[in-house]
Each structure stands twice: as C-alpha cells, then as structure tokens.
C-alpha cells in the first residue's frame, strides 16, 4: 500500500515513526558544524579575537602610561602593576590568536597546553592583585591588620605556578587523558576560588561605602565601580568555572582546538 508522509517543519511521520527532516535543531546544527568546519570562518573568529585582545592590550598601556605622567613619584604601585599585567596578559593572547595556526596544531601537546594556558595563569595574578588591593582598602578602613595580606597574596600564586608546573610535567609524562582534564578542573577551581574572593572583598568593600556619608566626595562613583567591577568579575570567573568542568569530561565543549572557533570566541571574549 502506498503511504503518504505528512511533512512539518522539521521531521516527517512515515508508519508512525518520525524521520528527521534536516530542519528546525538539525538546522542549527548544521550550522554550527559549517562553522567550525570552515577555514574562512576560523580565520574570520581567530583574528578578530588577535584584532579584540590586541586593542584591549593597547588600551591598558595607554591607561599605564597616563598614570605613570600624573603620578611619576610614587612608583609602581598596586594599580600600575595591575595595568601592566593586563597589558602583558591581552598582548599574549593577541600575538596567540594570531598565529592561531601554528599554535592549535604544535606538538607535544603539552607545549601547546603552556603556551595556552600561561596567559590564564597570569590573568588569575592580575585579578587576585584586584582582590588585594580591595581586601588592603577595606581592612585600612577597618583599621585591622593588613601585614599579613601581600605575603598571603605571594604564597597562593606561587603555590598556583607551582602547582601548575607538576600538572604539565605529569602530562608531558604520562601522556593521559587524566592529566588533560586534571589541568582543567585545577583552573575550574581556581576560577571558583577568584570568583568568591571577589564576592567577599567586593561585597565587603560595597556595603562600606555604602555606610559612607552620602555628600562624601566620591562616594557615588566608588560605590558604583566597585558594584559593577564586582558582578562582572564574579559572574565571569562563575561562567570560566562551569564551562572548564564541562570540557573535562566532554570533548565536544573542548576550547583551545582549532574546530572549536564558535566555542574560543564565546569562551575568551567573557574572559575581558
């Protein structure tokens, strides 16, 4: 007997059994596999995020430069440095981006893992000396202790490097796909840890001010840079955390592959 199918927009029914018809969720699939698939659209992303990183890194010098020709006598101070590294940190990141070729595809794999995720290492230096720099203001404030605060900050990073260090000697040695997502989940963790260090200073620092007088001078703008800088900062180091811990266990959510643009652009522009 001949059989009729009745068509929707994105399945047929033949027999009573649906048959996909390469429309609706197939669709958007298929788009996004001809986006990761295509060498134009690879190209297009990755040197948009080179052109991206590398204003940004721009920005960030200018910014030092201005502060070093106002305030030349006090020296390298805590927001100085913070502008340096973020000046370093988007300059590497720009000239990896550029050379997105030669960087997906070298060998060991190890090497490419250095050379990816050292600009992520020093980006976690740069914002902790944020959370340093607010965590010195609210205990001055405070009138507690803030001796202990610097050493504190010299410790964890050098036991993070450290740490860091031995994960990529244990995957240069033991060629594990363990060791690959070990790494992730260590930077899974480090970003939840950026994350709360920045709710508890931040929050700590905003309520403060808020306590302030109100015709005191500045009071407005620091309370609203602090609450802004504060959501960002933790809501974008929450999004790192989750999207590391899924692409530990699945390979399909991998970044830093040459296949995955749509993913790297998603992923690194929420990492400004």
């Keep these: ?37 295509s060498e134009q659209w690879q190209r297009g992303i990755y040197y948009a995020l080179c052109a991206s990183y590398a204003l940004v890194s721009f920005i960030t010098l200018v910014q030092l430069l201005r502060i070093q020709l106002r305030v030349p006598e006090y020296g390298w101070t805590t927001q100085k440095v913070f502008h340096l590294m ?3 940190v988007n300059g590497l990141r720009s000239v990896l981006f550029g050379l997105y070729k030669s960087v997906f595809l070298i060998r ?12 992520t ?9 944020l959370v340093l720099f607010w965590a010195e203001i609210y205990h001055q404030a405070r009138s507690l202790p803030t001796n202990k605060l610097r050493p504190a900050y010299y410790v964890i990073n050098g036991l993070i490097y450290i740490i860091q260090v031995c994960i990529w000697i244990f995957i240069r040695s033991s060629r594990s796909p363990v060791a690959v997502e070990t790494a992730k989940l260590f930077f899974s963790v480090i970003s939840f ?10 929050g700590r620092l905003f309520v403060m001010l808020r306590h302030f007088p109100i015709e005191s001078r500045g009071r407005q703008k620091k309370l609203y840079e602090v609450g802004f800088v504060t959501g960002i900062c933790c809501t974008c180091f929450l999004i ?33």
Excluded: Q
């Design 86 to 88: 973020n000046f370093i």
């Design 240 to 272: 790192r955390c989750v999207m590391l811990a899924f692409s530990a266990f699945d390979k399909d959510t991998d970044f830093d592959i040459l296949d995955h643009p749509i993913l790297n652009l998603i992923y690194y522009l929420r990492s400004w």
């Design 108 to 119: 060991p794999k190890v090497l490419h893992m250095v050379l990816m995720e050292l600009p």
């Design 121 to 129: 290492l020093l980006f976690f230096s740069t914002y902790t000396l």
């Design 193 to 202: 840890s950026v994350a709360l260090g920045f709710l508890i200073y931040g």
């Design 1 to 37: 007997m001949a059989w009729t199918p009745l068509r929707t927009k994105s399945f047929v029914v033949k027999d009573g059994e649906i048959i996909d018809n390469g429309g609706g969720v197939g669709v958007l699939f298929n788009w996004w596999d001809d986006i990761e698939e």
